[in-house]
C-alpha cells in the first residue's frame, strides 16, 4: 500500500501558485520524498525529490516539514499545461526499492 | 539526450495469444523497470532488471516475464493474454537502483 495520502483533486487559477499537500507521517528517517506527475495518456514525469531540506529546481520547489511527516510541492505560477494527477511518493534510495503509486492529485489548472 | 523509448506505442492482441513490448532506456542508465497501469488498479510495479537480472518483482502472475540484455534495453513478454491485461504498460530507466526514474510514454496494449 501508498505511505502516503494525497487530496484527490486540487483546482488553481492559471498563474497563481499551486501548492499541493501530501501526508507522509510513517515515513522511516532513510525515506525520500518523490514527486512525479502523469499528464492524461502519457508516462509519469519526474518533478523533484527530497530528505529534509526544501529543494528547489526548474520545475518546482519542495518544502518538508521538520519533522518529515508531511510536504508541499509547490508549482510557482501554474500553467494550463501543469494539468495532470501529481503523486507523492516514499522511498529509499538503496537497494532495489520500487515507486509505489497512490492515487495521488489530480490538479486541474483553469483559465 | 533521448528519453526512454517504448515500442510499439500501441498494440492490439487477441486472447490467448501473446505480446513482446520492448523499452530502450536513457543512454548510460542500468536499470530497467516495467510497470501496468489500468483504470481500477493504477499503476502498478511489475518486476525491475539490473545488469541483466531481475532485481526485484511485484505481484503478477507468471504469465508475465522480463529480460534485459547487455545493452541495458529490456523486453517485457505476456503469455496467454487475458482481457485484464489491457493497460498501459510503463517502462522507466534510472541510471542505478533506487536514482531517480525516468518514464517512456507507454504501450498500450488491448485485448480483444
Known amino acids: 500500500d501508498a505511505k502516503t495520502t494525497q487530496p484527490p483533486s486540487m483546482d488553481c487559477a492559471e498563474g497563481r501558485a499551486a501548492n499541493l499537500p501530501c501526508n507522509h507521517s510513517?515515513?522511516?528517517?532513510?525515506?525520500?520524498v518523490y514527486w512525479y506527475r502523469q499528464i492524461h495518456s502519457q508516462g509519469p514525469q519526474y518533478i523533484i525529490h527530497?530528505?529534509?531540506n526544501n529543494e528547489t529546481n526548474e520545475m518546482a520547489s519542495l518544502i518538508i516539514t521538520e519533522d518529515r511527516k508531511s510536504s508541499t510541492l509547490i508549482l510557482p505560477h501554474a500553467t494550463l499545461r501543469d494539468t495532470a494527477v501529481y503523486y507523492c511518493i516514499v522511498r529509499v534510495r538503496t537497494g532495489y526499492s520500487t515507486l509505489t503509486f497512490g492515487k495521488g492529485t489530480m490538479l486541474l489548472v483553469s483559465p | 539526450k533521448a528519453g526512454v523509448t517504448q515500442t510499439p506505442r500501441y498494440l492490439i492482441k487477441t486472447r490467448g495469444q501473446q505480446v513482446t513490448l520492448s523499452c530502450s532506456p536513457i543512454s548510460g542508465h542500468r536499470s530497467v523497470s516495467w510497470y501496468q497501469q489500468t483504470p481500477g488498479q493504477g499503476l502498478q510495479f511489475l518486476f525491475e532488471y539490473f545488469s541483466e537480472t531481475q532485481r526485484n518483482k511485484g505481484n503478477f502472475p507468471g504469465r508475465f516475464s522480463g529480460r534485459q540484455f547487455s545493452n541495458s534495453r529490456s523486453e517485457m513478454n505476456v503469455s496467454t493474454l487475458e482481457l485484464g491485461d489491457s493497460a498501459l504498460y510503463l517502462c522507466a530507466s534510472s541510471f542505478m537502483e533506487s536514482t531517480e526514474a525516468f518514464f517512456g510514454q507507454g504501450t498500450r496494449l488491448t485485448v480483444v
Open positions: 510513517t515515513i522511516s528517517g532513510n525515506e525520500y
Open positions: 527530497g530528505l529534509k
